[in-house]
């Protein structure tokens, strides 16, 4: 059944943190989302001007990672990661859910997330899709949570043992009338399966949220090279963004670069600086089911071997799961979490993946 086209907006926002500003947590959170929502209200209706009479409208608004209250002051630890972290729904995306009903558009972004009943005690690095009813429709949780210092969230695999082991609890797929939308974050893109895992749940357009800091010529071709392999790959449009230059947080000339590639992996569309803005480009996801029908090369999923590749995964331990299982404990700082890494390394060491 064909899909309706659709526009697309990556929004690069400066970030404004607690801990920089000197407020309260909670009063800086509600000021945040009150600002995004003011963004939306300038970018969406300017765009759809732009767009013309008769041409698709704005039907998605993605915001980055971590963009309602940054990531800490470092050293990061697990007290002051518990002052960042909302609840989801609550009171601060309601204020972005309230714009996505009023313009009728889907709003992307993550945060870290707790409260949630079945894991107390833990903090989620979340992602999220506000519909245009002003429900979370979709929550996808970070698999691969940074090896950065700054991130102290929990992943799925920390508490595996009780997590559901459903693919498409753990890489959800949306349906809506512009295509499938996924998501995965930041560090995730650096391991493929997390998108593939997402594509062979149906996704068509990937959401990635992110918060790439460094603006380096190098950074910048790596980040470039992510996004437009994981679309690539597996033949999907992907929509990312990051900060803007935020001097009011730990990340004062944060690369932004706003993107929006297609399902071939070329870049439809890329803001070249930092300041707060947005890009736009039109998404047409029949083109892409299209292609896919008829079998051409860039379907690579059609002749994705997956029995082949499962042996490989199944007969592998790298990283250790369940390290946090037990509601009291937690990645509580940076030594602790390296800790973990360490095991990892000695997993690899002991099964001949890496030698020395």
Sequence with gaps: MPVQPFVAVAIQPEVITHYFSGKDA????????????????????????????????VGLVVFPESFIHGFGMPPVDWEKLQSLAIELPGEEVEVLA?????????????????????????IFNTGFIIDPDGKIALKYRKINTSNNPRELCTSPHDVWDNYSHDP??????????????????????????VARCTALNGAEVLIRPN????????????LRMQNRLRAYENSCYLVTCNWAASPLSEYEASTAHAMIVDYRGQ???????????????????NELRALKERGYRWNFIMGLRTEVFATAYTKRTCFPANKYLDPNTNQRDYDEKWKAYSESLENLKRQGILRT
């Design 98 to 122: 309230q714009k996505a009903k009023q313009y009728g558009i889907y709003v992307a972004g993550s945060a870290f997330e707790r409260g949630d009943p079945k894991f107390p005690g833990k």
């Design 168 to 193: 498409e609890v753990l890489f959800p797929v949306l349906q809506t009338p512009y295509g499938n939308f996924g998501m995965y974050i930041c560090f995730d893109a650096n391991f493929p399966e």
């Design 211 to 222: 918060n790439w800091p460094r603006g380096t010529v190098e950074s910048l071709d790596m």
């Design 26 to 57: 909670k009063t800086q959170k509600m000021e945040n989302v009150r600002r995004y929502a003011g963004l939306i209200d300038r970018y969406v209706p300017r765009v759809d001007v732009a767009q013309g009479k008769g041409a698709p409208r």
């Design 267 to 285: 870049i439809v569309t890329e803001r070249l600086d930092n300041t707060e803005s947005y890009v736009q480009a039109a998404i047409n996801v």
